[in-house]
């Protein structure tokens, strides 16, 4: 029974897999949660949660926790919409956990760990407080597109629905920092001041984690807006851009690519593309 157009939304899901029921802190108290994280997260090993150290960005644009705010924006064209939604109805799966699972190959292609580990804000229910939770995916393995979407839709359902708790104490149970330096948020706009400094979505919430990159969506059945927040001395509007269109690369091929592995996909932009062919000819005719 597919809606009739839209999105699939986690909550939605969360609701239809638990009626009834209400995730919390209280559910089990500080033991269950604290046994929950420390065998989620456990051990780091093979697992990146800083992408901003494995990015070119140079001296002058380096990704710094105290930096000015800046942003690049893109809005979905209307082709890779309806391919997206059509492809979360037919198999599913929310728009949260195609974002997310585009997020994790990109952190994956830039850092070469088998798990990226990075914050999302605002998957679960709408009708509590929005919420921060580290979310660790697995993208190397022999696992295909549709298998490993639904494995991890799972784990955002349980993790939102089962493991509520502040982001500092979950900090401290998993016993290493940081627990990430990027965040994935749901359902919000970014709004500019008059400086030009972009609005963190993370002020929404009472964490001082400060994210390097928050990759931020806002979505309506008709359009879906994607802005990159970074923290940087100075602008580096050309490599930020170009981090945001590899991602948008990776969400189209994840669709378009069922029966592939996530570690098969490509994320060569347009550009990068144009770049490569250039110089194969001037090799080609040195």
Request: charged letters at 30%.
């Given at each position: 029974d597919l809606p009739a157009?839209?999105?699939?939304r986690l909550d939605a899901l969360?609701?239809?897999?638990?009626?009834?029921?209400?995730?919390?802190?209280?559910?089990?108290?500080?033991?269950?949660?604290?046994d929950f994280w420390t065998e989620r997260l456990g051990l780091a090993a093979d697992t990146s949660s800083e992408l901003a150290k494995a990015l070119p960005f140079g001296a002058d644009g380096a990704i710094e926790d105290d930096g000015s705010l800046h942003y690049v924006s893109e809005l979905i064209d209307s082709e890779?919409?309806?391919?997206?939604?059509?492809?979360?109805?037919r198999h599913g799966f929310a728009i949260e956990t195609l974002v997310?699972?585009?997020?994790?190959?990109?952190?994956?292609?830039?850092?070469?760990?088998?798990?990226?580990?990075?914050?999302?804000?605002?998957?679960?229910?709408?009708?509590?407080?929005?919420t921060l939770v580290p979310v660790r995916v697995r993208t190397v393995g022999r696992q295909k597109m549709l298998q490993w979407l639904r494995e991890l839709q799972t784990d955002l359902l349980r993790q939102h629905r089962e493991a509520l708790a502040p982001i500092?104490?979950?900090?401290?149970?998993?016993?290493?920092e940081p627990l990430f330096d990027t965040m994935v948020a749901f359902d919000h706009r970014?709004?500019?001041?008059?400086?030009?400094?972009?609005?963190?979505?993370?002020?929404?919430?009472?964490?001082?984690?400060?994210?390097?990159?928050?990759?931020?969506?806002?979505?309506t059945d008709d359009s879906l807006e994607l802005t990159l927040i970074y923290r940087a001395r100075t602008p580096d509007y050309e490599k930020a851009g170009a981090l945001?269109?590899?991602?948008?690369?990776?969400?189209?091929?994840?669709?378009?690519?069922?029966?592939?592995?996530?570690?098969?996909?490509?994320?060569?932009?347009?550009?990068?593309s144009r770049?490569?062919?250039?110089?194969?000819m001037e090799a080609t005719t040195e």
């Open positions: 157009g839209g999105w699939y969360d609701h239809e897999a638990s009626p009834g029921e209400e995730g919390g802190e209280d559910d089990g108290g500080d033991e269950r949660l604290r890779l919409l309806r391919t997206l939604q059509v492809f979360g109805r997310a699972a585009a997020w994790a190959v990109l952190m994956n292609r830039h850092t070469k760990a088998r798990c990226s580990q990075f914050g999302v804000f605002g998957a679960g229910h709408r009708d509590i407080a929005p500092e104490r979950i900090r401290e149970w998993a016993g290493h970014v709004s500019v001041d008059g400086d030009g400094a972009a609005d963190d979505a993370s002020q929404s919430q009472s964490s001082p984690l400060r994210p390097r990159f928050e990759l931020v969506t806002a979505a945001l269109e590899q991602f948008v690369v990776l969400l189209e091929g994840i669709v378009s690519n069922p029966d592939k592995m996530p570690s098969a996909l490509g994320m060569r932009t347009r550009a990068e770049e490569r062919f250039w110089k194969t």
